[in-house]
C-alpha cells in the first residue's frame, strides 16, 4: 500500500526502511551530506519536520509531523 506525504507524493510503504523526526543533529547532518538526486524535498517550502529513509538510498523530506507520519503508515 502507498502512503500520502504530501498532497501529490505518495510513497510505497513496502519501499521505507525507516522514517524519523528531522530534529536530531544525526538527521540533519546526514540530510546535508546526501548527494543530489538522492534527497526529494517535498515540503513546498516548509519547514522539514520528518525524513522518510527508503531502502535504496534516497531521502524523501516532508512538513509532516513524525505522529502524522507514524499514523499513515499504520493505517
Not at 502512503?3 to 510505497?12: G, L, S
Not at 521505507?16 to 538522492?38: A, C, I, Q, W
Amino acid at each position: 500500500a502507498d502512503v500520502k506525504v504530501t498532497r501529490d507524493c505518495y510513497v510505497p510503504k513496502e519501499n521505507v526502511k525507516l522514517y524519523v523526526s528531522y530534529e536530531t543533529n544525526p538527521v540533519v547532518l546526514d540530510v546535508l551530506e546526501k548527494k543530489e538526486g538522492l534527497v526529494f524535498d517535498y515540503t513546498y517550502g516548509r519547514k522539514i519536520a520528518s525524513v522518510i529513509y527508503l531502502k535504496n538510498g534516497e531521502l524523501v523530506l516532508t512538513a509532516l509531523s513524525i505522529d502524522t507520519l507514524r499514523q499513515r503508515m499504520e493505517g
